[in-house]
């Protein structure tokens, strides 16, 4: 009954690409275990060694690309920028930094793709990367290692074929342990724009051939957007706390991922992304309640 599935995950399980990507996880994971100075960097957090990660995959795997360099090295600045230079009303530049790294980095990457999924790499890069952003602001920084591994298994779930996915799934399981206590690795702001453009370009090369899969696969981050966006609109907390979240989260990926990712064509997968997403908000919101409120 299972044959199908257990010969897919086999296939992760051994190749090259998640069993490399899987021990340079384990290395950052490692460095931040043993390093204090690592875990209180301002500058340098998780997410960008994962970035790194991803960065160097694809170089080995699909050539050089200075365009895609080029892109992430202004994200990174600009990033650090937002995180060391900028104050809050001063932060027009950097976000302006922000979005050029997005677009060289969506245009100038050498990917094969439709315009409107080009156009779709910035959105994503600065809509994700700002809900990591909203999630540090706000104590919710702990659970990001946990959401970003859940939408990672999503994203492979997606697209289960392609190299880079892989490469994705191994690295960032490691990193499921890394930001609650006792780690707390920070997230920062160069992390979390150069990590939404790594995903991204990963997504949109892995699914060019089905275009609704990236929109399922982009989708399996619609828990940490709407969780940013309701932040912002009212004090939260969830009833259950922590694991109440997680879980509105996997069954969101799991709906992203293998219906609307994999079960329906293009024109579908964009409206049930966005009912999928009006019911995860509403869900959340519903689930509001000074009962057991999420680490803070």
């Known amino acids: 009954m299972f044959e199908e599935e257990i010969e897919t995950l086999n296939g992760l399980l051994t190749s090259v690409e998640f069993l490399g990507g899987f021990v340079a996880g384990l290395a950052v994971l490692v460095a931040f275990a043993v390093s204090r100075r690592l875990r209180a960097s301002r500058s340098i957090g998780y997410a960008a060694w994962t970035a ?8 080995l795997d699909f050539g050089r690309r200075l365009g895609a360099f080029a892109g992430l090295a202004v994200l990174a600045i600009s990033g650090w920028w937002l995180d060391n230079r900028s104050k809050e009303g001063d932060r027009i530049l950097p976000w302006a930094g922000v979005l050029t790294g997005a677009v060289v980095f969506a245009w100038r990457s050498g990917l094969e793709a439709p315009d409107w999924a080009l156009a779709a790499i910035p959105v994503f890069v600065i809509g994700v990367g700002a809900s990591f952003l909203r999630w540090r602001e706000t104590g919710l920084g702990r659970l990001l290692g946990p959401v970003i591994a859940i939408a990672a298994i999503g994203i492979w779930a997606t697209i289960p074929d392609t190299e880079m996915a892989r490469v994705l799934l191994g ?3 490691p990193l499921f342990v890394i930001t609650p206590l006792p780690l707390e690795a920070p ?5 979390a724009m150069t990590l939404a453009a790594m995903i991204a370009w ?3 090369q892995g699914g060019a ?5 990236i929109v399922g696969a982009m989708g399996c981050f619609t828990v940490p957007v709407v969780i940013a966006f309701l932040i912002g609109a009212r004090s939260l907390s969830i009833r259950g706390g922590a694991a109440t979240l997680i879980g509105i989260h996997v069954v969101t990926a ?5 219906l609307i990712g994999l079960a329906i064509p293009f024109t579908p ?5 966005t009912i999928l997403a009006g019911l995860a908000t509403v869900v959340l919101w519903v689930a509001s309640s000074p009962r057991r409120p999420l680490p803070t």
């Open 209 to 213: 051939d089905r275009p609704a899969s």
């Open 52 to 59: 790194v990660i991803l960065a160097v995959a694809l170089y």
């Open 269 to 273: 997968a964009v409206g049930s992304l």
């Open 254 to 258: 799991v709906i992203s991922s293998r």
């Open 202 to 204: 990963i997504v949109v």
């Open 171 to 173: 690295c960032t399981l």
């Open 187 to 191: 997230i920062t702001a160069s992390g």
